[in-house]
């Protein structure tokens, strides 16, 4: 089917201009995004976690030898463990402590619900929540969270049967977490195919004169199998939580024995360096532990950091050494604080918010410094920190001002859609019209961004049941007025007639105009009967290709002259290679259209070397352009009229050039048409919520679509004017 046939099809959703003829009315899948919203990422609940107490040994340590007293010991701050966070209602700012013990810890309680032991299969009306309750205490990052849809067009072609299956691969994985969206979106999917089977029910009931309030729906195998498969992700996803428990307690043990471990430091008769080197090396260990229970964490800091002090106290670290090591806390706190204070200009604030979370960390775990800076440096890091949280709790009240204002232009879309789907039209001049009139509508669909969620789901069904009713109706239409659609069939076939009697003219010139002309008179031709448009269009096409390629064929056969015309522009290639530009653009544009020029008029060559030598010169002539300082859109029409020359050596590619132009008038009236309705748009905006936010999205799409007519105008000049020099 050629692009024309589309026009009258009960098919115009997505304005696809391709054959065969595929059906084009809004679905699930070229709406599906609307579906998935994603749940704005939450700030983490934060708590505290002290720093060792900055001991300063006054005394000197006798009897230490040389060695002893030389080694630089690290004091150690204890590592904090960041559990990953629960999705809660509202952002948390990272408040300060009163005592600056710690930068606010970005810490999270971990509140994992277990999940209940149901004995019966939850029913259909509780499969679209089950996988929701399930996932609440899965740990995920804000940027994760905020940046994930649900794949709803993966599933949207696929019977029950296919999800059912699908569901059941994706139980195999061992990696419960990674098959959430594709869980959900089976179930999705498979609700949608269910309740319209029960709704047809209901109408069969309805029509056969049952009492509604007597319908019962029929058992439904598929529905059982889908309750028992996701009973299994349940069970399966409470045995992955407690796993995770399981593993927090062993680490948790794991850290209780490192403090025991400490503490054994004291009583140890071996020297300081050895000492030290197994304190070291228990705070590596200790480092390496995975996370613990939220619920123990204060209790186990605590704990660490006390026998961490009373370590430090044993082995009377002198002055000297202490300050030394002081000083180096000092100067890694003051660069994190640099750090810090760098991601105030950071232009995203979810990276920002994130990268803070590292360098509360890093705070953590760095040891003591003096104590005449300690209450400064923690007022610096604070006063950053305050003002990043600040940031991303204002970054998500915007959010949900913009979704607000984003319901409003998508009620306005809805109410414009609503009112064409139920004015009566009465011919094709009027249904085409009213269909380009929805697509656009669906088009600025598209470009909204998201309503708040729970109004999100409600605003899509109600956009998409006015799109539906309107194709519908129009489909009802068409298939009342078959006779027209016979009548272009016969005009068609009377064409695929006159292109098959031309086909085998060696009358190039002439045959090649009339090819041309039928063309023309085809596409002039409304829809024809959808299962004979593919068969019609394959023939019609099949004629065509052959005479081209027959022409091209014909004119590639000269093989003495092509093959001196082979030899000449070689040459002129490596000439091409071995030219550099000068500096004067002006000059430099002249050398190499010279060059082209040049290329053009030295004439064809054989067949089999065609592309190859004209690909590689237009590559070598490219490059030479993109050196150039000329701005993009010129040095791309630049290129562009080398392709195009290129196409002109051959009657493949001199037809190819027909089609491209052909192609680009089609895309010029749509464009011209898109521009005529964003006009419109402004107009009907202006009586809208919001209205100037709304015009001024209309009119920078008005923009950028006259810029590019002007441009597909330039390239449409080109083709002329080459197609003219020959």
Request: charged fraction near 35%.
């Amino acid at each position: 089917m050629e692009p024309k046939d589309l026009k009258n099809s009960d098919v115009e959703l997505t304005g696809a201009q391709a054959e065969p003829e595929t059906t084009n009315d809004l679905t699930v899948a070229n709406l599906a995004e609307e579906q998935n919203e994603v749940t704005e990422p939450q700030e983490t609940v934060t708590g505290t976690v002290s720093e060792p107490v900055e001991t300063t040994i006054q005394e000197e340590v006798s009897g230490v030898d040389d060695s002893d007293a030389q080694e630089t010991v690290d004091s150690t701050a204890a590592e904090a463990e960041v559990e990953q966070p629960v999705e809660t209602q509202e952002p948390v700012t990272a408040e300060a402590q009163s005592e600056p013990e710690t930068p606010v810890a970005e810490e999270v309680v971990n509140k994992e619900t277990p999940a209940s032991e149901h004995a019966d299969i939850p029913s259909i009306e509780e499969l679209i929540g089950i996988t929701d309750d399930i996932d609440a205490d899965v740990h995920e990052d804000d940027v994760e969270e905020e940046n994930k849809k649900i794949k709803l067009a993966d599933y949207a072609n696929l019977n029950e049967t296919e999800l059912l299956n699908s569901l059941r691969e994706l139980l195999k994985n061992p990696d419960i977490d990674a098959i959430k969206d594709d869980i959900d979106g089976i179930k999705i999917y498979f609700f949608r195919i269910y309740r319209a089977k029960i709704e047809a029910q209901k109408a069969a009931f309805a029509e056969a004169g049952g009492d509604m309030a007597e319908f019962k729906a029929e058992s439904d195998p598929f529905e059982l199998e889908l309750r028992i498969l996701l009973k299994q992700y349940q069970d399966q996803r409470n045995e992955h939580n407690k796993k995770i428990d399981e593993i927090k307690e062993i680490n948790l043990q794991k850290k209780y024995e490192i403090i025991d471990e400490i503490k054994a430091l004291i009583n140890n008769k071996e020297s300081i360096n050895r000492t030290f080197h197994e304190f070291r090396e228990l705070q590596n260990r200790w480092r390496e532990i995975g996370l613990v229970p939220q619920a123990k964490l204060k209790d186990l800091w605590e704990t660490y950091h006390h026998h961490v002090e009373n370590f430090y106290d044993f082995i009377k670290i002198n002055k000297e050494l202490r300050d030394l090591d002081l000083k180096k806390n000092l100067e890694i706190k003051m660069e994190i604080c640099e750090k810090t204070e760098e991601l105030l200009v950071e232009p995203s604030i979810i990276k920002a918010f994130n990268i803070l979370q590292k360098y509360h960390e890093q705070w953590r775990e760095v040891g003591p410094v003096p104590r005449d800076k300690k209450d400064e440096l923690w007022e610096r890091f604070k006063a950053a920190t305050s003002i990043i949280n600040k940031k991303h709790q204002d970054y998500f009240e915007g959010r949900k001002s913009d979704q607000k204002k984003n319901l409003d232009a998508k009620i306005a879309l809805c109410e414009k859609v609503e009112e064409i789907a139920n004015t009566p039209v009465e011919n094709h001049r009027e249904w085409e019209e009213k269909s380009k009139e929805l697509i656009e509508l669906q088009k600025i669909w598209r470009t909204i961004g998201f309503a708040p969620k729970k109004e999100n789901n409600k605003i899509y069904e109600r956009f998409r049941t006015a799109s539906d009713s309107f194709f519908d109706h129009k489909r009802e239409f068409y298939n009342q007025n078959k006779e027209e659609q016979i009548n272009n069939l016969q005009l068609k076939t009377d064409l695929c007639v006159q292109a098959e009697a031309l086909k085998d003219s060696t009358d190039w010139k002439k045959t090649a105009d009339e090819f041309i002309n039928i063309q023309k008179a085809w596409k002039e031709i409304g829809p024809v009967p959808r299962k004979y448009s593919d068969v019609i269009w394959k023939r019609f096409r099949a004629a065509c290709d052959y005479f081209f390629e027959s022409k091209a064929k014909h004119f590639s056969s000269i093989d003495g002259e092509q093959g001196e015309n082979l030899r000449k522009k070689r040459e002129l290639l490596e000439e091409v290679k071995r030219f550099s530009l000068s500096g004067d653009d002006s000059a430099d544009l002249d050398k190499l259209k010279e060059f082209q020029r040049t290329f053009t008029e030295i004439g064809h060559v054989p067949f089999k070397d065609k592309d190859a030598i004209q690909n590689e010169f237009r590559d070598v002539i490219n490059r030479h352009f993109d050196s150039l300082r000329i701005d993009e859109k010129r040095r791309n029409l630049m290129k562009f009229k080398n392709k195009v020359a290129g196409n002109t050596s051959t009657g493949k590619g001199q037809n190819k050039n027909r089609f491209e132009r052909e192609k680009y008038m089609t895309k010029l009236k749509q464009m011209e048409s898109d521009l005529a309705l964003l006009d419109n748009n402004i107009g009907f905006f202006a009586n809208t919520k919001n209205a100037e936010a709304l015009i001024g999205d209309v009119n920078q799409k008005i923009a950028n679509t006259k810029e590019k007519i002007e441009f597909l105008k330039e390239k449409i000049r080109i083709m002329d004017a080459m197609e003219d020099d020959e």
